[in-house]
């Protein structure tokens, strides 16, 4: 199901069933990007609702340039990165040379797990980690682009990808040996 454009001028005068009808379309794939680059649903949610008071303030700047649903996604994407800015203030992540690789990484363990069982291991990362996972690995950001985003480094970007990468190597691990335990 698509987004039926003519909602978009609507959308701009501020009109509330426009809005409504707009809101209930995307908040369950908006949501799904949001809850990625947060803790928890609660702060998704946060994140989610911040996003779509921006989408409502800035819908006159679309200008029609591709698509719309990724010019919202962009939007919730900003809206996290801002999110994040905002909690790292309060916390330093130090950049780190060389981590962990991700060698000998068993994807059968990830092909037997849920959805939901992954968006729960990608959560539980450290706010860096899972920021800069999320934005290279799932939107493909480049760590040049994550640098200028985050205020950080390229080579911070890296460092805090590789260390994203190793922690969820040694989870999907502890995951194995649980179940490999389990099964004995």
Same mark, same amino acid.
């Given at each position: &199901?698509?987004? =039926? ?10 009109? $509330? #069933?426009?809005?409504?009808? *707009?809101?209930? *379309?995307?908040? +369950? ?9 947060? @803790? =928890? ?6 994140? &989610?609702?911040?996003? *779509? ?11 029609? =340039?591709?698509?719309f649903e990724g010019w919202v $996604? ?12 905002? $909690?790292?203030?309060? /916390?330093?992540?130090? +950049? ?10 068993? @994807? ?6 849920? @959805? ?7 959560? /539980?990362? +450290?706010v860096g980690y899972r920021t800069? *996972? ?18 950080? /480094? ?8 590789? $260390? @994203? ?5 040694? #989870? ?13």
């Open positions: &199901m698509q987004f =039926d454009k003519s909602l978009i001028e609507p959308l701009k005068q501020n009109n $509330r #069933k426009a809005q409504e009808a *707009f809101y209930r *379309f995307f908040a +369950p794939k908006m949501f799904g990007v949001c809850l990625r680059f947060s @803790a =928890d649903s609660e702060e998704a949610e946060d994140i &989610m609702q911040e996003g *779509f008071i921006r989408v409502f303030r800035y819908i006159k700047d679309y200008r029609g =340039d591709g698509s $996604r962009r939007t919730m994407v900003n809206t996290a990165i801002n999110h994040y800015k905002r $909690r790292i203030k309060r /916390s330093f992540t130090k +950049p780190i040379e060389h981590a962990g690789s991700a060698a000998g990484f068993n @994807a059968n363990i990830v092909e037997q797990m849920s @959805a939901n069982e992954l968006l729960e291991i990608i959560s /539980s990362l +450290p800069v *996972f999320n934005l290279n690995i799932i939107e493909g950001y480049t760590h040049k682009e994550i640098g200028e985003l985050l205020g950080i /480094s390229e080579n911070t970007s890296k460092s805090q990808l590789s $260390r @994203a990468r190793a922690s969820l190597q040694k #989870k999907l691990e502890m995951i194995k040996k649980k179940e490999n335990l389990g099964g004995q």
